[in-house]
């Protein structure tokens, strides 16, 4: 049996400037962070010719080719494997939907399966790539490379976005002491939606190629901030960082209707209030997790627990996309 697991990840400065719609004309850059929100992925053998494959469904196909579950159909596909005699089954400690990055650490995860599976050594960037090639060129899905890239290195990192499709990775140089304030400080809150970001991400990319000057200033602004976070995260300035956390998200929801409602905007008002100094919606928005950087942690627990919202609790991961056990 191998088991691979895979972390989620909160987005920390600059989302949304890792389409390839905005960076391939003026390059992207943001910062992201692993956390201890997985998804496994297991296989082992079987003493039936089919393949077997577990997730919100159970699929028993004769190939993969026959697969539904398209990122399953094509990882089969992009490694040349047809699945035979194997049992596949996925798990996840977040659902999907909830702007966490499931799919990428999905994909990653399951790539980092199958290559244990054949006996391949991958290194993380290779494993993000074949990722990308997977959910963007081969599905055509309207997103980022952030998830899969910080999904398979793990840790606090920045990623830059050049032109060509190049991504750069570099460890953010953080003190033990701004990591440990971030951990303690950085609260995130379930609303209770899950969503497709589809939508809203493919409105972006249309907007983008068609050089909407709204929507490529916006994401000029963000990539900028996303600048200026690493600098605060890397002096330590976590007061600074808390307010350009708050500048974010008034800029990242003036990019789509769907962004934000009347409910995600009451409960950030009432965080604001009572103990955050700056927050965001993790994602690419109209549901999932708010994240505050709170400096009262208590008088924020309670007021957003007392409107119904339950926290989840995390700590940052540095092992990014690794295999667990392999028989």
Same mark, same amino acid.
């Given at each position: ?6 972390? !989620?990840?909160? =987005?920390?400065?600059?989302? +949304?400037? %890792? ?25 082992? &053998? ?25 990122? /399953? *159909?094509?990882?089969?596909?992009? $490694?040349?494997? %047809?699945?035979? =005699?194997? @049992?596949? #089954?996925?798990?996840?400690? /977040? ?15 399951? !790539? ?14 290779? !494993?993000?790539? @074949?990722?990308?090639?997977?959910? /963007? ?12 890239? /910080? ?5 606090? #990192? ?19 002491? #701004? ?15 899950? *969503? ?11 907007? =983008? ?5 709204? $929507? ?7 990539? @900028? ?17 808390? &307010? ?7 800029? &990242?929801?003036?990019?789509? =209707?769907? $962004? ?18 700056? +927050? &965001? ?8 997790? !708010? ?5 009262? *942690? ?18 940052? %991961? ?10």
């Amino acid at each position: 049996m191998i088991i691979a697991r895979s972390p !989620l990840r909160i =987005s920390l400065g600059g989302g +949304g400037t %890792d389409l390839p719609s905005y960076y391939e004309e003026h390059g992207g850059f943001l910062v992201a962070a692993a956390v201890d929100k997985y998804v496994f992925i297991t296989l082992h &053998k079987t003493f039936v010719p089919d393949l077997i494959v577990k997730y919100s469904e159970l699929e028993r196909v004769s190939g993969a080719s026959h697969l539904k579950h398209p990122i /399953i *159909r094509e990882a089969f596909a992009m $490694m040349g494997m %047809d699945g035979g =005699s194997m @049992e596949m #089954t996925s798990m996840a400690d /977040i659902p999907a939907g909830t702007g966490l990055g499931s799919s990428g650490s999905f994909t990653t995860a399951l !790539l980092k399966g199958l290559h244990a599976w054949e006996r391949n050594i991958i290194h993380p960037h290779q !494993l993000a790539e @074949e990722a990308c090639t997977i959910e /963007i060129d081969r599905l055509g899905e309207p997103i980022g490379k952030q998830d899969q890239f /910080i999904a398979a290195y793990g840790g606090i #990192t920045s990623f830059t976005f050049h032109r060509d499709g190049r991504v750069e990775a570099r460890k953010v140089n953080v003190s033990n002491e #701004t990591l440990y304030d971030l951990e303690d400080n950085l609260l995130l809150f379930f609303t209770g939606y899950s *969503r497709s970001a589809s939508s809203i991400l493919l409105d972006q990319k249309t907007r =983008s190629q068609k050089g909407d000057s709204e $929507m490529i200033y916006n994401l000029h602004y963000i990539k @900028e901030l996303g600048n200026r976070s690493l600098v605060a995260l890397e002096r330590g300035n976590l007061s600074d960082y808390a &307010k350009l956390m708050h500048e974010h998200w008034l800029h &990242k929801r003036k990019r789509s =209707s769907g $962004m934000s409602n009347d409910r995600i905007n009451g409960w950030y008002d009432l965080a604001m209030n009572h103990g955050a100094m700056g +927050g &965001k919606l993790i994602g690419a928005g109209g549901g999932g997790f !708010l994240m505050f950087y709170a400096e009262d *942690r208590a008088r924020l627990r309670k007021a957003m627990g007392e409107a119904g919202l339950q926290e989840v609790r995390f700590r940052f %991961d540095f092992e990014g996309t690794k295999i667990l056990a392999m028989d």
